[in-house]
């Protein structure tokens, strides 16, 4: 299996988790003590697979873009996928990048609703 698609597949692991330990450290919807940790976990798989990406590439990473990676990937990853792709490639990847958000959306929500449901 492609690096890569270990870095994702841990990443929708760790949005489920935090879902499912969300809900099961803090039922009422107050902030759980897991919280923080995935997280963490998600910025560090973000740039992880960032780190891979650019140097399958072979993109220059500067500092900044490091920076605005763990920062602000919302913003950065966009901006890196056009860098690094092009136009074309850039809309594309952005577009994948935007799915792969919304996905952890919503297994962070079947980790809860699933979680919800064990407890009754």
């Known amino acids: 299996m492609k690096p890569k698609t270990v870095v994702l597949m841990l990443f929708a692991v760790i949005s489920f988790l935090s879902g499912a330990l969300g ?3 803090a039922p009422s919807g107050a902030q759980s003590p897991s919280d923080i940790p995935c997280m963490l976990a998600g910025v ?3 740039f992880v697979w960032y780190r891979i990406d650019s140097e ?3 993109y220059r990473r500067s500092v ?3 920076i605005s990676v763990v920062a602000l990937a919302i913003f950065a990853m ?3 996928f056009f ?3 092009g136009i ?3 809309f594309v990847a952005s577009g ?3 799915l792969a958000c919304v996905a952890s959306v919503f297994l962070t929500g079947a980790g809860h609703f699933a979680t919800s449901a064990l407890r009754g």
């Open 64 to 66: 900044w873009l490091n």
């Open 96 to 98: 994948m990048f935007l």
């Open 78 to 80: 966009p901006y890196y």
């Open 56 to 58: 399958q590439r072979s």
């Open 88 to 90: 074309k490639g850039g």
């Open 23 to 25: 809900q099961y450290f």
């Open 44 to 46: 560090f798989l973000i």
């Open 83 to 85: 860098r690094s792709r």
